[in-house]
Protein backbone atom coordinates (compact mmCIF):
# COMPACT_ATOMS: atom_id res chain seq x y z
CA UNK A 1 0.00 0.00 0.00
CA UNK A 2 1.27 3.15 -1.42
CA UNK A 3 2.13 6.06 1.94
CA UNK A 4 0.63 8.92 0.40
CA UNK A 5 -3.08 9.43 -2.00
CA UNK A 6 -2.43 11.51 -5.04
CA UNK A 7 -3.45 14.54 -3.01
CA UNK A 8 -1.31 13.62 0.07
CA UNK A 9 1.84 13.31 -2.89
CA UNK A 10 0.73 16.99 -3.50
CA UNK A 11 0.88 18.03 -0.40
CA UNK A 12 4.62 16.68 0.08
CA UNK A 13 5.29 18.18 -3.62
CA UNK A 14 4.91 21.58 -2.30
CA UNK A 15 6.54 21.56 0.82
CA UNK A 16 9.49 19.94 -0.83
CA UNK A 17 9.60 22.75 -3.32
CA UNK A 18 8.79 25.34 -0.61
CA UNK A 19 11.12 24.37 2.29
CA UNK A 20 14.52 25.49 0.56
CA UNK A 21 13.47 29.27 0.96
CA UNK A 22 13.29 28.69 4.83
CA UNK A 23 17.05 28.55 4.48
CA UNK A 24 17.75 31.29 1.38
CA UNK A 25 16.59 33.47 3.39
CA UNK A 26 18.91 33.47 6.24
CA UNK A 27 20.79 35.35 3.54
CA UNK A 28 24.46 34.00 4.29
CA UNK A 29 26.08 30.78 3.81
CA UNK A 30 28.74 29.28 6.94
CA UNK A 31 29.55 25.82 8.41
CA UNK A 32 26.07 26.18 10.64
CA UNK A 33 23.74 27.28 7.93
CA UNK A 34 25.15 24.25 5.63
CA UNK A 35 24.76 21.61 8.67
CA UNK A 36 21.19 23.12 9.23
CA UNK A 37 20.43 22.18 5.32
CA UNK A 38 22.07 18.76 6.12
CA UNK A 39 19.49 17.69 8.79
CA UNK A 40 16.91 18.50 6.86
CA UNK A 41 17.57 17.11 3.49
CA UNK A 42 16.15 13.54 2.79
CA UNK A 43 13.55 14.24 5.19
CA UNK A 44 12.39 11.00 4.75
CA UNK A 45 8.31 10.45 4.86
CA UNK A 46 7.88 14.38 6.04
CA UNK A 47 4.77 12.87 7.74
CA UNK A 48 4.45 16.10 10.18
CA UNK A 49 4.10 18.76 7.61
CA UNK A 50 1.43 16.54 5.14
CA UNK A 51 -0.51 15.66 8.28
CA UNK A 52 -0.31 19.77 9.07
CA UNK A 53 -1.35 20.49 5.63
CA UNK A 54 -4.16 17.63 4.84
CA UNK A 55 -5.95 18.71 8.54
CA UNK A 56 -6.04 22.02 7.11
CA UNK A 57 -7.67 21.04 3.64
CA UNK A 58 -10.30 18.64 5.34
CA UNK A 59 -11.09 21.65 8.00
CA UNK A 60 -12.06 23.84 5.06
CA UNK A 61 -8.63 25.75 4.50
CA UNK A 62 -5.93 25.77 1.73
CA UNK A 63 -3.43 23.70 2.69
CA UNK A 64 -0.34 25.99 0.98
CA UNK A 65 -1.47 29.00 2.90
CA UNK A 66 -0.29 26.50 6.01
CA UNK A 67 3.21 26.32 4.75
CA UNK A 68 5.12 28.52 7.46
CA UNK A 69 3.77 26.46 10.12
CA UNK A 70 4.40 22.71 8.57
CA UNK A 71 7.89 24.59 7.97
CA UNK A 72 8.13 25.16 11.59
CA UNK A 73 6.93 21.71 12.52
CA UNK A 74 9.68 20.17 10.50
CA UNK A 75 12.17 22.23 11.87
CA UNK A 76 11.54 21.58 15.02
CA UNK A 77 11.22 17.95 14.34
CA UNK A 78 14.59 17.64 12.65
CA UNK A 79 16.55 19.74 15.29
CA UNK A 80 14.76 17.32 17.90
CA UNK A 81 16.81 14.13 15.36
CA UNK A 82 19.89 16.45 15.66
CA UNK A 83 19.82 16.11 19.32
CA UNK A 84 19.12 13.01 19.72
CA UNK A 85 21.52 11.16 17.90
CA UNK A 86 24.47 12.75 19.67
CA UNK A 87 26.86 11.08 21.62
CA UNK A 88 24.86 12.41 25.21
CA UNK A 89 21.83 10.58 23.97
CA UNK A 90 21.40 7.68 21.23
CA UNK A 91 25.16 7.60 19.98
CA UNK A 92 23.77 7.43 15.97
CA UNK A 93 26.19 7.31 13.48
CA UNK A 94 23.20 7.28 10.91
CA UNK A 95 20.01 8.97 10.15
CA UNK A 96 18.09 8.71 6.79
CA UNK A 97 20.35 6.55 5.06
CA UNK A 98 23.57 9.19 5.80
CA UNK A 99 25.96 10.00 8.40
CA UNK A 100 24.24 11.90 11.29
CA UNK A 101 24.76 15.65 11.86
CA UNK A 102 27.51 14.89 14.89
CA UNK A 103 29.54 12.55 12.21
CA UNK A 104 29.54 14.64 9.37
CA UNK A 105 30.26 18.06 11.30
CA UNK A 106 31.17 17.39 14.72
CA UNK A 107 29.45 17.33 18.35
CA UNK A 108 30.05 21.30 18.60
CA UNK A 109 28.35 22.10 15.60
CA UNK A 110 25.65 19.53 15.80
CA UNK A 111 24.19 21.02 19.28
CA UNK A 112 24.27 24.79 17.84
CA UNK A 113 22.58 23.52 14.88
CA UNK A 114 19.82 21.98 16.82
CA UNK A 115 19.42 24.95 18.62
CA UNK A 116 19.28 26.98 15.32
CA UNK A 117 17.14 25.10 14.01
CA UNK A 118 14.75 25.46 16.80
CA UNK A 119 14.70 29.42 16.56
CA UNK A 120 14.16 29.16 13.12
CA UNK A 121 11.05 27.31 13.46
CA UNK A 122 10.06 29.90 15.65
CA UNK A 123 10.93 32.73 13.21
CA UNK A 124 8.86 30.60 10.53
CA UNK A 125 5.90 30.48 12.45
CA UNK A 126 6.25 33.91 13.24
CA UNK A 127 6.60 35.21 10.15
CA UNK A 128 3.48 33.76 8.65
CA UNK A 129 0.78 36.38 7.49
CA UNK A 130 -1.44 34.31 5.83
CA UNK A 131 -3.64 34.13 8.86
CA UNK A 132 -5.36 36.89 11.74
CA UNK A 133 -2.64 37.56 14.24
CA UNK A 134 -4.73 35.82 16.84
CA UNK A 135 -5.03 32.12 14.72
CA UNK A 136 -1.02 32.51 13.78
CA UNK A 137 -0.57 33.06 17.95
CA UNK A 138 -2.80 30.07 18.81
CA UNK A 139 -1.12 27.60 16.46
CA UNK A 140 2.17 28.80 17.28
CA UNK A 141 1.43 28.34 21.23
CA UNK A 142 -0.04 24.96 20.02
CA UNK A 143 3.71 24.31 18.59
CA UNK A 144 5.21 25.38 21.79
CA UNK A 145 3.54 23.54 24.02
CA UNK A 146 3.70 20.26 22.06
CA UNK A 147 7.33 20.68 21.27
CA UNK A 148 8.47 21.46 25.72
CA UNK A 149 8.54 20.01 28.33
CA UNK A 150 5.12 18.34 28.45
CA UNK A 151 5.61 17.21 25.17
CA UNK A 152 8.25 15.91 23.22
CA UNK A 153 10.93 17.41 25.15
CA UNK A 154 9.55 16.07 28.46
CA UNK A 155 9.75 12.72 26.80
CA UNK A 156 12.90 12.46 25.71
CA UNK A 157 13.54 13.25 29.35
CA UNK A 158 11.72 10.17 30.50
CA UNK A 159 13.83 8.09 28.11
CA UNK A 160 16.70 8.82 29.12
CA UNK A 161 15.74 8.10 32.79
CA UNK A 162 14.27 4.81 32.10
CA UNK A 163 17.77 3.60 30.20
CA UNK A 164 19.16 0.83 32.07
CA UNK A 165 15.72 0.40 34.02
CA UNK A 166 12.48 -1.68 33.63
CA UNK A 167 9.31 0.49 33.36
CA UNK A 168 5.98 -0.79 32.76
CA UNK A 169 3.11 0.22 30.24
CA UNK A 170 1.71 3.14 31.37
CA UNK A 171 5.05 4.69 32.10
CA UNK A 172 6.15 3.70 28.48
CA UNK A 173 2.63 5.06 27.16
CA UNK A 174 3.70 8.56 29.48
CA UNK A 175 7.02 8.05 27.48
CA UNK A 176 5.93 8.15 23.96
CA UNK A 177 2.79 10.27 24.44
CA UNK A 178 5.10 13.10 24.82
CA UNK A 179 8.35 12.11 22.61
CA UNK A 180 6.93 10.97 19.65
CA UNK A 181 2.43 11.44 19.68
CA UNK A 182 3.35 15.27 20.64
CA UNK A 183 4.13 16.72 17.81
CA UNK A 184 1.56 14.67 15.14
CA UNK A 185 -0.85 15.99 18.13
CA UNK A 186 0.77 19.73 16.59
CA UNK A 187 0.86 18.49 13.27
CA UNK A 188 -2.96 18.21 13.15
CA UNK A 189 -4.78 20.43 15.44
CA UNK A 190 -2.39 23.22 13.89
CA UNK A 191 -3.98 22.23 10.86
CA UNK A 192 -7.52 21.91 11.89
CA UNK A 193 -6.97 25.49 13.62
CA UNK A 194 -5.76 27.39 10.26
CA UNK A 195 -7.68 25.49 8.02
CA UNK A 196 -10.73 27.25 10.23
CA UNK A 197 -11.97 24.02 11.62
CA UNK A 198 -14.85 23.81 14.30
CA UNK A 199 -13.64 23.67 18.48
CA UNK A 200 -15.19 19.80 17.71
CA UNK A 201 -13.06 19.11 14.47
CA UNK A 202 -9.66 20.54 16.20
CA UNK A 203 -10.43 18.58 19.55
CA UNK A 204 -10.98 14.94 16.80
CA UNK A 205 -8.21 16.42 14.89
CA UNK A 206 -5.74 16.47 18.13
CA UNK A 207 -6.89 13.00 18.86
CA UNK A 208 -6.46 11.50 15.29
CA UNK A 209 -2.62 13.21 15.81
CA UNK A 210 -2.56 11.28 19.34
CA UNK A 211 -3.32 7.67 18.66
CA UNK A 212 -1.40 7.59 14.97
CA UNK A 213 1.43 8.88 17.08
CA UNK A 214 1.15 5.97 19.67
CA UNK A 215 1.02 3.11 16.83
CA UNK A 216 3.37 4.75 14.39
CA UNK A 217 5.93 4.42 17.66
CA UNK A 218 4.80 0.73 18.08
CA UNK A 219 5.57 -0.06 14.33
CA UNK A 220 8.79 1.88 14.99
CA UNK A 221 9.68 -0.05 17.78
CA UNK A 222 8.64 -3.58 15.41
CA UNK A 223 10.71 -2.30 12.62
CA UNK A 224 13.70 -1.72 14.59
CA UNK A 225 13.60 -5.58 15.77
CA UNK A 226 12.32 -6.76 12.12
CA UNK A 227 13.82 -4.06 9.46
CA UNK A 228 16.86 -3.65 7.90
CA UNK A 229 19.42 -0.95 8.31
CA UNK A 230 19.01 -0.42 4.64
CA UNK A 231 15.44 0.05 4.68
CA UNK A 232 14.99 2.58 7.51
CA UNK A 233 17.94 4.93 6.70
CA UNK A 234 19.34 4.52 10.39
CA UNK A 235 20.81 1.45 12.46
CA UNK A 236 18.65 -1.37 13.81
CA UNK A 237 18.68 -3.06 16.80
CA UNK A 238 19.98 0.14 19.23
CA UNK A 239 16.89 0.50 21.08
CA UNK A 240 18.39 -2.86 22.73
CA UNK A 241 21.74 -2.00 22.13
CA UNK A 242 20.77 0.99 24.22
CA UNK A 243 18.81 -0.86 26.44
CA UNK A 244 15.62 0.89 26.07
CA UNK A 245 12.23 0.22 26.93
CA UNK A 246 9.86 -0.48 23.56
CA UNK A 247 6.42 -2.07 23.30
CA UNK A 248 8.52 -4.81 21.76
CA UNK A 249 10.51 -5.41 24.97
CA UNK A 250 7.33 -5.06 27.42
CA UNK A 251 5.41 -6.78 25.08
CA UNK A 252 6.69 -9.00 21.99
CA UNK A 253 6.16 -8.11 18.42
CA UNK A 254 2.47 -10.11 18.29
CA UNK A 255 1.21 -8.43 21.43
CA UNK A 256 2.82 -5.20 20.56
CA UNK A 257 1.44 -5.39 17.04
CA UNK A 258 -2.44 -5.86 18.24
CA UNK A 259 -1.86 -2.89 20.23
CA UNK A 260 -0.96 -1.05 16.89
CA UNK A 261 -3.60 -2.53 15.24
CA UNK A 262 -6.24 -0.73 18.26
CA UNK A 263 -4.67 2.58 18.30
CA UNK A 264 -5.19 2.53 14.63
CA UNK A 265 -9.27 2.08 14.98
CA UNK A 266 -9.30 4.81 16.88
CA UNK A 267 -7.25 6.97 14.93
CA UNK A 268 -9.70 6.23 12.23
CA UNK A 269 -12.88 7.01 14.64
CA UNK A 270 -11.40 10.34 15.39
CA UNK A 271 -12.09 11.02 11.85
CA UNK A 272 -14.97 10.59 11.28
CA UNK A 273 -16.04 14.15 11.89
CA UNK A 274 -14.53 15.28 9.16
CA UNK A 275 -16.71 13.05 7.24
CA UNK A 276 -15.28 12.27 3.22
CA UNK A 277 -12.66 14.58 3.58
CA UNK A 278 -11.12 11.80 6.15
CA UNK A 279 -10.54 9.76 3.53
CA UNK A 280 -7.22 10.21 2.54
CA UNK A 281 -6.31 10.88 6.07
CA UNK A 282 -7.81 7.27 6.60
CA UNK A 283 -5.47 5.87 3.94
CA UNK A 284 -2.51 7.29 5.54
CA UNK A 285 -3.82 5.61 8.75
CA UNK A 286 -4.15 2.18 7.53
CA UNK A 287 -0.90 2.33 5.26
CA UNK A 288 1.55 3.80 7.85
CA UNK A 289 0.47 0.23 10.29
CA UNK A 290 1.18 -1.69 7.04
CA UNK A 291 4.66 0.06 6.87
CA UNK A 292 8.20 -1.61 6.48
CA UNK A 293 10.08 1.04 6.86
Request: charged share 25%; hydrophobic share 40%.
Amino acid sequence: MSLYTPVLEQHLSYFEKQFPTVFTALLEDNNLIDAMRYACEGGGKRLRPVLLMECCRASGGDPKTAFPLAAALELIHSYSLVHDDMPCMDNSPLRRGKPSVHAAFGETLALLTGDALLNLAFETALSCQNFSADTSLLATRILADCAGVHGMIGGQLIDLESEEKRIDLPTLKRLQERKTAALLVAACKIGATLGGGSAEQIEKAGLFGYYIGLSFQIIDDILDVTATAEALGKPVGSDAQNEKNTYVSLLGIEKARELAEEYTKEAISALSVFGEKGDDLRHLTEALLNRTH
